[in-house]
């Protein structure tokens, strides 16, 4: 994301906070953050309480265009079936930039490894969004268990993301698609299913 | 692992960048990992030449004791399926424990972010060996496509590890078994597979 030399210091800190955190790790200095935002350390602490607040709320900001990329866009019409395997292709899609690193929740969550930081609350929230979202789907798609579906769509879907981010994978031969259809098909979401 | 006093610097150092750098992520500081052992830097450069390759070092010392883990008590006697289901079992048990914080090896991948660190090329070789045993197991179990079985397998062992050592999943009720098995099944290794 380019941002305009008119963008608020707010919005330059949230813009460098995710996009060094994603790139370096959570591990990124204040410092380097507010270089690159072109920001003082002093105006940063008047707008956030912490460095840990400011990458909160830069996850916290990026989640509208996180979820708007995994919704199939044209819901009304699609099954239950194909909005679950939309979120795959778009996965497989994302791990072709230039770039990537992984989701950014899952990742924040794996670094942090503190349940606690206001960052790895944010980053969870996206995660149980998306858990009930694909539990939504399963029961519409007639799944037979669809707590237990959502739970294994989500183990391919981060297990997907962390080994591509982590260059260890490739997705773009429909990897994560193939192995979310095999789940669906064992718990009983047929091509068929009630949209 | 409590090291013992007689242990030399060298082995103290590796133990302690084994435990912190799992336990607080790859960046902890060399001062902390010097502290922790009882060890100067200075010594600490003596044995190693930079903090990288200490933590490559670690990762490399643990692989023995890791792959064991995984390694089915009875093999001989076991299944190419019961063998696989092992490694799932294990990746249950291993993640109950308390301090869990996921495979160390994908934990080192996702935080440094970067294939060419020595850490990494460790961490790649161990889930390329772990992914050449499934796709062998695979083979020797009949699966239509041992190697897409081996992928996917790989998909719900990381995602399993992250989302369960990330806090946001319990695997305590048999969820990466209970999927391993659907793919399974799905690639026609069924429980009588030759062993």
Known sequence: MATSQKASPRDRLLDAAARLSYREGVSIGIEALCRAAGVSKRSM????????AMLAASLERGIPWYEARFTHPAAQAASPRERILYVFEQLERASEDT????CPYLAVLVELKNPEHPASKVARAVKERLAAAFRDEAARG??????LLARQLLL????ASARAGAGVERLADGLATATATALLDAAGVGPTGTA
């Not at 602490?45 to 840990?52: A, M």
């Not at 770039?99 to 992984?102: E, K, N």
């Not at 007639?142 to 707590?147: S, V, Y």
């Not at 391919?156 to 297990?159: E, L, N």
């Open 45 to 52: 602490y008047q707008l956030f309480d912490s460095k840990e």
């Open 156 to 159: 391919v879907f981060d297990g």
């Open 142 to 147: 007639g799944a037979r268990d669809p707590e």
């Open 99 to 102: 770039g990537y690193h992984g």
